[in-house]
Nanobody, 127 residues
Framework: QVQLVESGGGLVQAGDSLRLSCAASGRTFSGYAMGWFRQAPGKEREFVAAISKDGGNTKYEDSVKGRFTIFRDNAKNTLSLQMDNLKPEDTAVYYC????????????????????WGQGTQVTVSS
């Protein structure tokens, strides 16, 4: 089992940047593919970005491509999401998620594939 704790959320203005972090503890972090999801009020939780366990494969939701970057440090058991040029529509609670995988290149954009979740961190972008 792995425990996930997000941090780094806050209130920013449109065009600003934020970096979210997800600290993992428990089982070997490097054995897990990771993802970021977000949930706005009244909406379903949606995919933002994912990364393979070795960090060599990434995937992004179309609206964040070119603005968000997902990366990980397996030595520090940390997942990060660098968010640049933030927009009001990025306002949501952001969650990190983990799933144990066998292959280094595997990643998932389907939230149902993940079985470990953090508690979330709020990101609010004002216009």
């Amino acid at each position: 089992q792995v425990q996930l704790v997000e941090s780094g959320g806050g209130l920013v203005q449109a065009g600003d940047s934020l970096r979210l972090s997800c600290a993992a503890s428990g089982r070997t972090f490097s054995g897990y593919a990771m993802g970021w999801f977000r949930q706005a009020p009244g909406k379903e939780r949606e995919f933002v970005a994912a990364i393979s366990k070795d960090g060599g494969n990434t995937k992004y939701e179309d609206s964040v491509k070119g603005r968000f970057t997902i990366f990980r440090d397996n030595a520090k058991n940390t997942l990060s999401l660098q968010m640049d040029n933030l927009k009001p529509e990025d306002t949501a609670v952001y969650y990190c998620a983990a799933v144990q995988v066998a292959w280094g290149f595997t990643l998932y954009s389907d939230r149902g594939a993940y079985n470990y979740w953090g508690q979330g961190t709020q990101v609010t972008v004002s216009s």
